[in-house]
């Protein structure tokens, strides 16, 4: 879960990114950023456009894919140890 120091700590590491990165930087940061997002949502979509029968191993395949776009997402914003932080919480809750 996402809490108010999260958040925070999030907004305080963007603004250091915004301050000592260049232009070039931000740009492909944004892409990764952005285009993660957009294949997590694709992935959403094109299990809910399919027609075929929806097998528990394609769900944990979309899962999967899913999630990891999510947390590429989520590790370019943050850091791959607060991923793993979030992934154990969401785990034992």
């Known amino acids: 879960?996402?809490?108010?120091?999260?958040?925070?700590?999030?907004?305080?590491?963007?603004?250091?990114?915004?301050?000592?990165?260049?232009?070039?930087?931000?740009?492909?940061?944004?892409?990764?950023?952005?285009?993660?997002?957009?294949?997590?949502?694709?992935?959403l979509l094109g299990n809910s456009l399919s027609k075929d029968d929806r097998s528990s191993a394609g769900t944990d395949e979309l899962i999967y894919v899913v999630k990891d776009r999510l947390s590429k997402a989520l590790t370019l914003l943050t850091s791959k140890e607060q991923v793993a932080r979030w992934e154990q919480e969401a785990l034992e809750g």
């Open 1 to 43: 879960m996402l809490t108010q120091t999260d958040l925070e700590k999030l907004a305080r590491q963007m603004r250091e990114r915004g301050l000592h990165s260049s232009w070039i930087e931000l740009i492909e940061f944004s892409r990764g950023v952005i285009g993660s997002l957009i294949d997590a949502y694709k992935a």
